[in-house]
């Protein structure tokens, strides 16, 4: 038991979009790993939520013909429910939209601006919309944004700059001595180069021309930048009210702030700049996972490819579309993923495979009046799969887990148990399989909760008796 305070974040995602696979792949995986800290004994707090504000989706709210207000509850409304669906255990679920969030965010610019590294300057350049960033003609590809492949727009306007340049070296040294963290390496390569090569430009914190935002409290003709009002959620979603060097509960420092590549490089700039401008604590890490295709494409509505939680969750069940999303890519890699390449996972890991190997296992104990008294197992004494999640490494630890049920399979084919006549030799095989299989389900408690619960249910009776089907096979 390590009993030490555990704090993750996802990050908050925009409301301009239901949620899709893609949110739920971090969603789940902050989970689980929010859920092993607990078992191991950590005090833990994982937050998620909601990204409400800015131009991208006051446009949205505008082309729906709701009030900005009524469409981000809307859509803040969805998010919520499928963390319920996906059973995320988050201690709290921040919007941007909330009364305290605002407050603390005007008071922590305020306090910025007074310290002079909030100044007023004009700013011009590219801007993406979808990106909600300003580009460099260096991130565009043939003149356009790699990622949304739009045409960024000109613009210029009277802004509140915020004076990043200022904290260049001392995020760079704070990376090269990895006291800030950034995760996989390649990432953290990427981002070294940026700074060696491109280095830090102020940055345009506040915006003329989008009324749905948060006022800049000494200038309300600007509202706050979407990006410097998002950030701030990881120490809100605790409870700061925006008070500078402290204030914060005891959860902060961050230990992982997950997220994609597509929003690595802002979390490696604008927000530990804006921390140490507050004389704030930095995350220890912040882990980028790969993104996801769909069967070789982009994940988009035009192309109607777009898989809801939802539509896992009725094809897969709960503890199988969070198996699915977390064995299916090595975490960190970039993932091709669609129903062909998850059926084929669900019967032979789950179906065939542990589902499988608990029934035979409970059925023979209960027809063979078998008793057992297994031990208790603690999660932290599997060493590699331990490790294999504290690296992140999600994919391993269930191979891990995989290779366990494999061996029973084998043991179990090879020595036939149902053949045996001597009560005596069935229990000699059995029992050992039997506290393999105990230990799968305390193994699989992060990932799987539900399925856990049942095989550890079922295998910690004295007499254990058949189990009922944990993952039916899928009907084509
Ligand atoms: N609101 C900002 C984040 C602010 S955090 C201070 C934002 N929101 S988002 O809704 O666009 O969510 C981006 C995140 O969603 C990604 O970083 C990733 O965690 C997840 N994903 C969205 N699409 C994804 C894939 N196709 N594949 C994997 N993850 C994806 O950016």
């Known amino acids: 038991m390590s009993n030490n305070k555990f704090y993750i974040t996802t990050p908050i995602y925009y409301v301009n979009a239901k949620p899709h696979i893609g949110h739920t792949y971090t969603s789940v995986a902050a989970d689980c790993l929010a859920r092993f800290h607990r078992l191991i004994g950590d005090e833990v707090f ?12 006051e446009e949205k709210a505008r082309e729906a013909g709701m009030e900005p207000k009524i469409f981000v509850d809307g859509i803040a409304a969805q998010f919520k429910e499928a963390w319920q669906l996906m059973n995320i255990s988050n201690d709290n679920f921040i919007r941007t939209t909330d009364e305290s969030h605002k407050a603390a965010i005007q008071k922590a610019l305020t306090f910025m601006h007074e310290k002079g590294d909030i100044y007023l300057g004009e700013y011009k350049g590219l801007y993406c919309r979808g990106c909600e960033q300003f580009k460099s003609e260096k991130d565009l590809v043939d003149g356009r944004c790699p990622d949304h492949k739009t045409v960024p727009e000109e613009m210029s306007e009277k802004t509140y700059m915020f004076k990043m340049s200022k904290y260049a070296d001392e995020i760079l040294a704070r990376i090269e001595s990895g006291e800030f963290e950034i995760l996989p390496m390649e990432r953290r390569n990427e981002i070294l180069s940026f700074y060696k090569n491109e280095g830090l430009n102020d940055v345009s914190f506040s915006r003329e021309n989008v009324k749905w935002g948060i006022p800049v409290p000494w200038d309300e003709s600007q509202t706050v930048y979407v990006w ?16 500078a060097n402290g204030g914060h509960s005891k959860f902060w420092p961050a230990d992982v702030h997950f997220m994609s590549r597509d929003i690595i490089r802002v979390h490696a700039t604008i927000w530990p700049a804006m921390l ?9 890490k912040i882990f980028s996972h790969g993104f996801f295709m769909i069967d070789g494409q982009k994940m988009s509505k035009s192309l109607g490819n777009v898989i809801s939680p939802q539509d896992l969750v009725a094809r897969y069940g709960v503890d199988a579309s969070r198996y699915l999303l977390l064995a299916a890519v090595p975490f960190g890699n970039d993932g091709d993923i669609g129903y062909a390449k998850f059926d084929e996972m669900y019967n032979a890991h789950l179906a065939n495979g542990i589902g499988n190997l608990a029934a035979r296992v409970s059925n023979l104990l209960e027809t063979n009046g078998i008793e057992t008294e297994l031990a208790e197992v603690e999660i932290s004494d599997f060493k590699e799969y331990a490790a294999a999640i504290e690296r992140l490494s999600f994919d391993e630890a269930l191979k891990i887990v995989n290779a366990m049920v494999s061996a029973a399979d084998m043991r179990l084919t090879e020595t036939k148990p149902w053949k045996m006549t001597e009560k005596s030799d069935v229990a000699g095989v059995l029992v050992p399989i039997a506290q393999n299989i105990l230990s799968i389900g305390y193994l699989l408690r992060p990932f799987m909760p539900e399925a856990a619960e049942k ?20 009907v084509k």
Not at 49 to 55: C, R
Not at 455 to 474: D, G, H, T, V, Y
């Open 46 to 57: 994982f937050l998620t939520g909601t990204d409400e504000h800015g131009a991208k989706i």
């Open 228 to 243: 410097a009002d998002a950030f701030l959620n990881y120490l809100t979603g605790l409870g700061w009210d925006g008070a």
């Open 276 to 284: 140490l401008s507050l004389g704030l604590e930095l995350p220890k």
């Open 455 to 474: 095989i550890i249910k079922a295998f910690s009776e004295k007499q254990i008796r058949k189990i009922e089907p944990l993952f039916l096979r899928l």
